[in-house]
């Protein structure tokens, strides 16, 4: 996971950048009844809102993930005397103890990296009967394929993809059960929206401006033809 895009996001200090930000992370957790002392890996966890949330409102056993160390270092800051392990590493190369996590978050993530490595290491850490939550971008009906070529290019996407090979990825990795939560049970961004909270750094270059601006650029452009979906996925009961 590299590029531009990332190091605006980490300049900035965005919280929740994922579509329908903290408020839609609450709504997946809300569904799923989280017991308290769950283990939940926080993939991707940014500035560690999200983190901060699963520790405040579930009363959950927290690791914080996230590459970028700017991200890392934000996170920590944030979360600074909190019960949480936060480390700096890759989603594609995950070293944490197999069958580990009863729950994994993952947040506009797997998409910046090599997909089946990374749900490979997600499933491996899972427990049996272990949940990933995902929100995934997911290409639309009519995006062509020099639409394709702008957009992996600006965020450094290996591939784009579309909700049926979402589908085949999760399923691939172990995954028995996939369900598609977004648009099936009332989950939208109308209903979940709440504006991302800023963790400036000190220094913020002008090419971290122009990202941003592009970012919205393409944002408009494509809001109806780049698409994002809330996947829910269980492990296999491995007997």
Known sequence: MSGEYMNCLA????????????????????????????????????????????????????????????MVEKAKQRLIGKPVEIIQGDIENLSLKSGTFDLVLSESVLAFTKVEQSLHHISRILKNEGVLLAVEMVKEDGLLPDHIKELREFYSLPELYGEGEWIHM??????????????????????????????????????????????????????????????????????
């Open 170 to 239: 999760f399923k691939s990795a172990g995954f028995d059960t996939v369900e598609c939560l977004y648009g099936l049970d009332g989950i939208s961004t109308e209903e979940t929206e709440i504006t991302p909270e800023f963790m400036l750094s000190e220094i913020l270059l002008e090419e971290h401006h122009d990202t941003l601006e592009r970012h919205l650029e393409l944002n408009d452009l494509y809001q109806d033809l780049l698409g994002f979906r809330v996947f829910r996925c269980t492990k296999k009961n491995l007997k």
């Open 11 to 70: 300049a900035y200090g965005v919280s929740s950048a994922h579509p329908g930000s903290l408020g839609l992370t609450r709504r997946m957790l809300d569904r799923e009844r989280i017991h308290a002392g769950a283990k939940v890996l926080d993939a991707g966890c940014g500035t560690g809102g999200t983190a901060e949330l699963l520790i405040k409102s579930y009363k959950t056993d927290v690791t914080a993930l996230d590459l970028h160390p700017v």
